[in-house]
């Protein structure tokens, strides 16, 4: 019987992968927000100002960030579909929300101040 759930215990080949291209993807779309989302989230924390005032460097290499992003998420795609498999429709929508997020993050700073008037931050 311990047989049994050693196997089903382990994970196969392609779900790791999927794991993995995951895991970097999320690291990729964190980098990516690191203009706007991340120093919020530090400050929340207390981490103080000259740490975030650092960040700067990220923020001049967003576009690379949301092209790697972009790039690990066709990969999962690819990863899913691979050798014939029909991946689950609850994968596919992720999949679907994973490239609108990408989207909106980089169409934001476009329309950033017209947001911040709207709202009456300006």
């Known amino acids: 019987m311990s047989e ?3 196997q089903q215990v382990q994970p196969a080949t392609g ?3 999927a794991a993995g291209g995951g895991l970097a993807s999320a690291i990729a779309g964190l980098i990516g927000a690191s203009c706007c989302v991340l120093p919020i989230i530090l ?3 207390g981490v103080g100002s000259a740490v975030i005032g650092n960040l700067i ?3 001049d290499k967003t576009e690379y960030f949301l092209i790697g992003a972009l790039l690990l998420i066709a990969l999962g795609v ?3 579909f691979w050798g014939g498999r029909r991946p689950r429709k609850r994968v596919i ?3 679907a929300l994973s490239v ?3 989207f909106l993050a980089y169409i934001l700073p476009s329309f ?3 947001i911040l008037r709207l709202f009456g931050f300006r």
């Open 15 to 17: 779900e790791k992968l």
């Open 93 to 95: 929508i992720i999949f």
């Open 4 to 6: 049994i759930t050693d």
């Open 43 to 45: 400050f929340k924390i």
């Open 112 to 114: 950033e101040g017209d």
């Open 57 to 59: 460097f990220f923020a």
């Open 100 to 102: 609108f997020i990408v």
């Open 78 to 80: 690819i990863a899913s």
